[in-house]
């Protein structure tokens, strides 16, 4: 199926390859009736019924007399997902791989096909709408905010995250709530009330390489557990270092792990919160992509599940829905003397956060239009995604495992064992490609062979052919390794 639609019967077709992609709908399972899809994707029925012969041609789905259409066994990836990760369980000092300073000056280089940094492009934010509100801001209060704020943040911001907590089922008040600078400040404040230098974090292997960074500057050293592209970390391995190593501090993401996309089921989530209670130590759960989710339902974070909840501090920001130039985060603990020390670590590291920017985002969340754009973003990150998986499939080499993540928009790819990704990375900047080599994820040297793809700029022409020029690199390198060995013999 061509990549660019040119007709809507082609991008209905695409948009119902993209929900087989995400596991929405699965082998075997009923496909929406024309009439719903006519419906949904505002096309005639002579148009859904196009998309559906074309998606009939292609495999994707069959008709079954009297009973409408069903997806094919033959429709899903044929990419095998990564096997769950073997790190070495032993804590370890952080040190962060070389490749990374080069990733992050590549990852914001526009000359190159952006598969490197997890930042969604401007394209997709809804940046006019809040310019709105930041001009207003500053003309009618201006002055006012040009000031130190109490470092707790912005009132009236506080009470929209309170607000917005309440539908995943949980009381935060505003008291509970501190903004902070991104995620990334929630998560060092966070980690810097809880631990001691030197004390062990377990977090799950492979993770997002900002974290290492915060952990390194703590001076902590990491216990990486192994960790499932579908379900996340191993309850036994947890367990394990809970008991043996005393660890009492984990870092784990609520939903749709950077980079693995994993998410763990929350029947799993509360074994987690079981263990972390028996054995009294403390969870910081990163849910900075719980809302980037394709299925029919948010994943719902441990803070919600937790009855107690004084084991677990939560922390997010706006980062990948709509403004990460805002650099608007929250840390929420709802422990009195935790949220003493978490502000007298914010008055030492920042003393507040900048309050036009919170009080004009505040005035975005009130007008109702950030759960559009939710909307929105999630089917673009869900067909990009999608597309980006069907792409991998036919130009990576044999072998290439990939993860199929249920929201958020990053891919993590497994590739044969002699494609070293670090030397990929050099070969693709060349190419005018960025994507993150896997050794940035780990402590542990494990994912040499490994890689990121993002998809934070959407789905269009120029990105599918940086990744299929990827492919063909990768392809190329593993026949040269492949020559090589056969050579040595
Ligand atoms: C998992 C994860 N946590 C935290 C962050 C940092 O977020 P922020 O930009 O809000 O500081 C990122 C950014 O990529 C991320 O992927």
Known sequence: MRAHPQFRYEEVANLVVSLVDSGTLSPGSRAPSLREISKQQQVSLSTALQAYRLLEDRGVLEARPQSGHYVTSRAALRLEPPAITNPPGRPAAVVISPTLSKVMQYSVDPRLVPLGGAIPSAELLATARLDRFLARAARTKGASYNTYTEPRGDLRLRQEIARRAVRWGTAVSPEDIVITSGCMEAIALALSIVTRPGATVAIESPTYFGLLRSLEALGLKVLELPTDAADGIDLAALKNVLERKGVKTCLFSSSFNNPLGSTMPSENKLKVLALLARYRATLIEDDINGDIYFGPQRPVPFMALERSANNVIYCSSFSKTVAPGYR???????????????????????????????????????????????????????????????????SFPAGTKVSRPAGSFVLWLELPKSVRTAALFDEALKNGICFVPGDAFSVSGRYGHCLRLSGAHGWNERIEKGVVKLGDLASAAATRSAAASLSKR
């Not at 007298?344 to 004009?360: D, H, I, M």
């Open 328 to 394: 608007i985060g929250w840390m929420v603990t709802k422990t009195a003397a935790q949220m003493e020390r978490a502000l007298e670590r914010k008055l030492a590291f920042t003393l507040s956060g900048p309050p036009l920017l919170q009080a004009a985002f505040a005035d975005f969340l009130a007008s109702g239009g950030y759960d559009n754009h939710l909307r929105r973003i999630r089917r673009v990150f869900e067909y990009t995604i999608g597309q980006m998986s069907r792409t991998v499939e036919r």
